[in-house]
């Protein structure tokens, strides 16, 4: 019975134990093995964390679960529209266990919107964030020149694009000059490379002289024409200088790039036609304006040969010299009446003076002169001797007001040996015992405004 019961306990009779590990990597392979390779999920975004490391890391959920999920940074480059919280997709990828936290997620390789397409849903998300920050504003638009000779064509140099912009421009004004800027307008990095090129041109416009751009291309699918929806592109075509004509696919097609510019021609073609004006016309209305000029200078004409021979008909050009010599007796007619106006009014002055020194002479102003003169220094000794005894009486009183004041001066018995001693905290006179106490400071006053400074040490 002993040995029986210690066979029991052999190890090969014990069960295995894990490590956690080993238990996640056991889940890790049954799910690999038992789940399809490869799974679309619809649901909805939640829990969206952009990492620096350029991963993104969100949950798909729908009305009961949830389904965290991870997209490395190298699928996310590809993806277009802007992924946000509550954003309905499918996402297709494959389920992975992350062996050091034990947890299941959904390996996300393509994403794309339910229900629109990826390019769409980019196009309409770039075009309301964009229009947010007025890159689509009127305001902002810059008017087309109406005569252009020097105008700029950025476009691929093997497309149609250039040969019917290029036809279209020089059969309605095959005076301007086109300068090809060759980029191409389809692929990766096609929008930078056409951002790049409005730039370049904008820098060397100094020399270049360009009045208008056109940049397009011919139609197709919106895949085709994504550069053309780039936001690197309607910036830098919303800081050009220069005005940029937008001419991108046909009639239904409409971009970032055609609401960006100053001005969208719905084809190449018509690009041309909005850039320049029909010659034609110009000349047409040139001829008009040079027939219309022509008759107005010819009835100026007219009209000024029927003024003048009626001025040359007038009196003045049949006897010029009578206005002159009108003026001239009239002259010589004012100048006599003007000698007898002084004449008269010297005549009456000599009288007036005459009168005035008669009435003077009879008045006799030297001997009224000496009177007052007499008079006037009487005064002067009378106000003299007045002067002179105010101010002998005033020195009196004075005198008298300085003796009485000196009496009552308290400090006059200082000459006579007294003093006088005041508190110096509380600056009133000691008179008695209770004006002081021990330890204050006494000032003594003697004749000659001499100081004593004392303690009081005893009571």
Not at 28 to 52: C, F, M, S, Y
Request: a positive charge.
């Amino acid at each position: 019975m002993k040995n029986s019961a210690a066979g029991l306990f052999q190890p090969q009779n014990r069960a295995k134990i894990y490590t956690v590990s080993q238990v996640n990597s056991l889940i890790k392979g049954i799910l690999e093995n038992n789940l399809p390779g490869r799974l679309t999920i619809a649901g909805q975004i939640t829990d969206w964390k952009p990492h620096q490391s350029g991963h993104r890391y969100f949950s798909l959920k729908d009305e009961i679960s949830k389904l965290p999920c991870v997209m490395w940074k190298s699928s996310f480059s590809k993806v277009k529209f802007e992924v946000e919280n509550g954003l309905a997709v499918l996402a297709t990828g494959s389920v992975d266990v992350y062996v050091p936290q034990g947890r299941y997620q959904f390996m996300v390789e393509k994403i794309e919107p339910a229900g629109v397409g990826a390019l769409q849903l980019a196009f309409e998300q770039m075009v309301k964030r964009l229009e947010a920050q007025g890159l689509f504003a009127d305001v902002h638009k810059k008017p087309l020149p109406p005569y252009p000779m020097q105008i700029g064509i950025v476009t691929s140099e093997s497309g149609a694009a250039v040969h019917d912009i290029t036809d279209s421009i020089h059969s309605r004004w095959p005076c301007a000059e086109l300068l090809l800027y060759p980029v191409p307008v389809q692929g990766e990095g096609a929008a930078e490379k056409i951002a790049a090129a409005l730039r370049d041109i904008n820098r060397r416009n100094n020399k270049l002289k360009l009045d208008v751009l056109i940049v397009g291309r011919g139609g197709g699918s919106l895949e085709d024409l994504w550069a053309f929806n780039e936001e690197v592109l309607a910036r830098a075509i919303f800081d050009s200088a220069i005005p940029v004509i937008s001419a991108v696919g046909h009639e239904i097609n409409t971009t970032i790039a055609d609401l960006a510019a100053d001005a969208r021609a719905s084809t190449p073609t018509k690009a041309g036609v909005t850039a320049v004006p029909d010659i034609q016309e110009v000349t047409g209305r040139l001829a008009g304006m040079q027939s219309r000029l022509e008759g107005n200078i010819k009835a100026r004409v007219k009209l000024a040969q029927q003024d003048l021979e009626t001025v040359l008909a007038s009196a003045v050009f049949r006897k010029p010299f009578s206005p002159v010599h009108n003026r001239e007796q009239q002259l010589d007619e004012l100048g006599v009446k003007l000698a007898d106006s002084i004449r008269k009014i010297l005549a009456n002055a000599r009288d007036k003076l005459y009168t005035g020194e008669e009435q003077v002479g009879k008045i006799e102003p030297h001997r009224i002169l000496k009177n007052k003169t007499l008079e006037l220094n009487n005064l002067k000794s009378r106000t003299n001797a007045a002067t002179k005894a105010v101010i002998n009486k005033a020195r009196i009183q004075l005198t008298a007001q300085a003796n009485r004041l000196a009496a009552l001066n308290p400090k006059s018995v200082l000459q006579r040996g007294y003093s006088i001693t005041t508190n110096k905290k509380t600056g009133l006179l000691v008179r008695n015992l209770e004006d002081v106490k021990i330890e204050d400071l006494l000032i003594t006053e003697l004749a000659g405004e001499n100081l004593i400074e004392s303690r009081v040490t005893k009571k």
